[in-house]
Nanobody, 121 residues
């Protein structure tokens, strides 16, 4: 499986923006579904948004981020990005990049170590 490393988290005020990056190494992402999950304190990890590496189709798991968060990829660099705009305090969480090869499912797929995003009011 590929290895994933996130970066780009930080602290911002309400209404601010952040871009998270996920660097993949150790294999091709062809056929993968790549996604961003998040886990807020005291809550379960939730699926935020995903993208099909091959055709770049996207799908959102959390309707509250649609119109504010955008997932994208850079095929040449094996990178996945999450552009987050109009951030709200409820977006505060640890954000994880994940990869589903198509045979593993998310749970048994590749996961990064997570990056903290904190939004203050």
């Amino acid at each position: 499986q590929v290895q994933l490393v996130e970066s780009g988290g930080g602290s911002v005020q309400t209404g601010g923006s952040l871009r998270l990056s996920c660097a993949a190494s150790g294999g091709t992402l062809s056929g993968y579904l790549m996604g961003w999950f998040r886990q807020a304190p005291g809550k379960e990890r939730e699926f935020v948004v995903g993208i099909n590496w091959n055709d770049h189709s996207t799908y959102y798991g959390d309707p509250s981020v649609k119109g504010r968060f955008t997932i994208s990829v850079d095929d040449a660099k094996n990178m996945v990005y999450l552009q987050m705009n109009s951030l709200k305090p409820e977006d505060t969480a640890v954000y994880y990049c994940a990869g589903d090869s198509g045979t593993t499912g998310w749970a048994r797929g590749s996961w990064g170590q997570g990056t903290q995003v904190t939004v203050s009011s």
